[in-house]
């Protein structure tokens, strides 16, 4: 999977960014345009921490796909073994937090 690049927009992002521009009548750039470009980099601050969090996210897949497939390997070869005293310690405080 590949990261998710910010910082070099595909064309066509640059290219519809500069039709919308050029399309608004002088009447109509007194107000909007200067709307439209005062929202235009809080998208791309937006778009630069989603990109981030989604990067982190592949990342912790990532780890945890490989934790599955250690326990998977671990069970089929039959040396997996459960700690009994975690267990019964998990299952007594999901009880009593359902209280």
């Known amino acids: 999977m590949a990261q998710i690049n910010t910082a070099n927009p595909p064309q066509y992002v640059s290219d519809a960014r500069l039709t919308a521009t050029k399309s608004k009548t002088n009447s109509e750039t007194s107000g909007s345009a200067q709307t439209a470009e005062a ?3 809080q998208d791309d601050l937006q778009l630069t921490k989603l990109s981030g969090v989604l ?4 990342k912790g897949a990532s780890v945890m796909r ?3 497939a ?4 671990s069970v089929r070869s039959g040396t997996y073994e ?5 267990v019964s310690r998990s299952i007594v405080g999901e009880s009593l937090a359902s209280r």
């Open 39 to 41: 929202i235009a980099p």
């Open 66 to 68: 490989n934790q599955v």
């Open 55 to 58: 990067n982190s996210l592949k």
């Open 70 to 73: 250690q326990v998977m390997t």
């Open 82 to 86: 459960v700690d009994s005293m975690q």
